[in-house]
């Protein structure tokens, strides 16, 4: 069975990773594993006071709707898939999910998300994409 791991932080680089894979040629045997990395807004990043709690609850819930509606692409494509939600920061969890031993392959939204600045995205691209065991797709 193929694996493949799309990570990201927004659902519209998810569709696009997601409509890339599909129109691929595939095997029956293919196996989607989206992971939705989320921040969770926080006091002192913006002008909101809310608990811990209340923040973890609600980027979770934004992520339940963003893989709800990339999971329905997959159904509708009949491609097996499960989901995970990750929470903290983005660069840290995605670098992990990248060398995971039990990924075959990994699809990598190419647009420069919320945690790349412009001074550092050529690092953090390259330090995401370094030292995997598989092969990384990065897609535009």
């Given at each position: 069975?193929?694996?493949?791991?799309?990570?990201?932080?927004?659902?519209?680089?998810?569709?696009?990773?997601?409509?890339?894979?599909?129109?691929?040629?595939?095997?029956?045997?293919l196996e989607v594993e989206l992971l939705a990395v989320v921040e969770p807004l926080t006091p002192g990043k913006v002008g909101i006071f809310l608990s811990p709690q209340r923040a973890d609850a609600l980027s979770r819930a934004a992520a339940a709707r963003w893989i709800a509606q990339i999971g329905a692409l997959l159904d509708a494509a009949s491609v097996s898939h499960r989901a995970e939600i990750a929470i903290g920061r983005a660069a840290d969890l995605i670098d992990a999910a990248l060398h995971r031993a039990d990924i075959d392959r990994v699809l990598l939204p190419a647009a420069a998300p919320h945690w790349w600045s412009a001074a550092t995205a050529g690092w953090q691209s390259a330090r995401l994409t370094r030292a995997t065991h598989h092969p990384v797709t990065v897609v535009p």
């Open positions: 069975m193929a694996k493949v791991l799309i990570p990201f932080t927004d659902p519209e680089s998810a569709e696009r990773a997601v409509r890339r894979l599909l129109d691929e040629p595939r095997s029956p045997a």
